[in-house]
Nanobody, 114 residues
Framework: QVQLVESGGGLVQAGGSLRLSCAAS????????MGWYRQPPGKQREFIAL???????NYAVSVKGRFTISRDNTKNTVYLQMNSLKPEDTAVYYC????????WGQGTQVTISS
């Protein structure tokens, strides 16, 4: 089992920045990749970014160039640095970890005001 705890959400103005954190615990040795999804109000959950154990990253087109995912393996933590935020980035952001199954965090609200 893997447990994920997210932090760092909040309310910021358009153009601002936020950094989300996701700390993993439990069977962290089994994790091969971690990343983020988000779910805007009234919409389906969508992929945002991932980082593999080897450091390979991948981003959704909508956030590429604005968001940066990173991982501190010593802390079993993944970060999502979000810059140049837009109102359409408003969503609940979920951290996930890929192991023999996918684990999800509880979600953290990010609200961008115009």
């Amino acid at each position: 089992q893997v447990q994920l705890v997210e932090s760092g959400g909040g309310l910021v103005q358009a153009g601002g920045s936020l950094r989300l954190s996701c700390a993993a615990s439990g069977s962290v040795f089994s994790i091969n990749a971690m990343g983020w999804y988000r779910q805007p109000p009234g919409k389906q959950r969508e992929f945002i970014a991932l980082v593999t154990n080897g450091g390979t990253t991948n981003y959704a087109v909508s956030v590429k160039g604005r968001f940066t995912i990173s991982r501190d393996n010593t802390k079993n933590t993944v970060y999502l640095q979000m810059n140049s935020l837009k109102p359409e980035d408003t969503a609940v952001y979920y951290c996930y970890a890929n192991s023999i199954q996918r684990y999800w965090g509880q979600g953290t609200q990010v609200t961008i005001s115009s």
